[in-house]
C-alpha cells in the first residue's frame, strides 16, 4: 500500500490541479483515475498485443532516476508506484512500501521523462498530405506520447487516425488533431484562402463540428482575417497558432494569437522595408539582430504578457545547415527510397557547400532568441514540423540535444518538450512525472544528465501505464515512411 503522507500528498497535488486548469481545460483532467473512455481504451485489440511489454494493474518501478518535466532538479533512487495507468507514489526508496503482486522493473543505469508532449507534429511532410499511419509508429517509438499536429494536410484522415488510437485499433501517440491551414491571398492553394468572412466563418465551423479545436495560421493570412479567426476559434473554445510572415509577431499577439511558431526565422518584425499585410520585405535581421536589444526584449515582454506561447522546431532548421544536414541512422532505415534518394541529392549540394556557415549562424541566433523567451519567462515548447531527413520523433529527440546545445540544463529542456507543451494544450493530466498524472513515460537506456544523446536510447514507451516495445514498432516501419 502507499504510505499515508505520500497519498494525502497525491489528493493536494490532485486538488491544486483542479483548481488551476479544471475550469478551462481543453481536455483531460488530473483527478487522479483514467476517464471511463480512458480506461476502456487500455484494453488494446489483439493486433496490438506483439507491441506490449507490459501491461499491468499495477507496477513498480525502483532505482529511478527521474527528470519529471516541472524542471525540478532531477531525483535519484526513487521508487514510483503505478496502479491503472496512473502515477500513485513517487518518492525515496524508504518512504514507500512496495505493495505485493506488482511488476517490477528495476530502473538502475537509466532514466526516465515523461511522454514527449510533441507541439508541431504533423502527419504529413512536404510532398506527402498524409504519412500519418508511419509518423504514429514512428513517434511512439521515440518516446512521443502526445502531439498537436499544428495544420493538417488531410484533416479527415488525422481526425479518423486520432480516433482508432483513442479506441485502441492502432499504435501511436494520442493525437490533438487540427483543421486545414488557412492563410491568405498569395498563399498555397492547397490551404484554406478566405473568400469572404461568411466563407472563413462557415469553413471554421464546419471544422469546429467534426470536433477540431487548433487552427494554424500560414504565412500569407490577412491581418483582418487573422482577427476573425482569433475570435472566431476562442468563442467555440478553440485555439489559433501561427507560422507568421504576412502579420508580425507582435500584431499577432496583439489580435489575441495564442501560440507562434519557429520562433526566430518566422519573426516578421524586423524585416526592412516590409509592406503591412504583406509577407514580403529583407531578411537581413536574421544576421544582423542583437537578441538582447530592447527591441526583441519588447517583443517577447508582450507576447509573455500576452501568455502566448512559442514552439521552438530547430531540428527541422539544422537539416538545412551543410555541415549539419546528416540524417540519423535510423532515419536513413526508416525512409522510403524515394526520400532516401532525395537526401543523398540535398547531401551532394551541401557538400559543395560546406564551408557556408551563414544558416549555422543563424541557427545560433534563433537558439539566443528562444533561450531568452524562456528565461524571461515565456511559455517555451518544442516540436519536430518533420521534413527533409528530420522524421517524426527521431526531430523530436534531436530537438533535445539542440536545445541543450543551446544552453538549456537538462530539467528545462525536458520540461520544455514535456511539461511546457501540457501546460499550452491546458492538459493537467499529462507532461509531468508527478503523483495523479497519466503514466506517459519513457525509459531511457542510460544518464540523461551524462549524456544528451541518450534520449535516443529509448527503452521502453509507456502511454496510460501501458509499456511498448520501440525496438519492435522500427523494425516493422524500415524503409516505409515517404510512401503512399
Ligand atoms: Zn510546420
Known sequence: MVTPKLFYGY?????????????NTLEGNANGTLSKQEDQNRSLSDSLQPYIKYQKDLMVLTNATIVDGTGKSIKQNQTVIIENGIFKAIGNATDIEIPEKATTINLKGKTIIPGIVGMHNHLHIPGFPFVGDV??????????TTIQTCGAASPDKEIALSKAIEQGKQIGPDIIPSAPFITGKGGNPNMIIPRNIVHLKDTMGYWINSGVKWFKVYRNTNPDDLKVIIEEAHKNNCKVRGHLCSVTFEEAT??????????LNSTSDFRTDKTYGICNGGREYMDELIIESPAVKSLQRLMIDSKVFLTSTLSIYEASIPNRAYADERALKAMSPFLLNQYKERRASFDENIKDITRNNRLKRMMQFEYQYYKMGGLLCAGVDAGRHVLPGFGDQRNYELLIEAGFSVEEAIKIMTGNGAKALERSDIGTIEVGKRADFVILNGNLAEDASVIKNVETVFKKGIGYDPNLILKEIEGQFGIE
Request: some cysteine.
Open 11 to 23: 489528493i493536494l497535488i490532485a486538488v491544486v490541479n483542479c483548481f488551476v486548469n479544471c475550469n
Open 254 to 263: 496583439k489580435s489575441g494569437i495564442d501560440g507562434i511558431e519557429h520562433g
Open 135 to 144: 509518423a504514429a509508429k514512428l513517434y511512439l517509438a521515440s518516446g512521443v
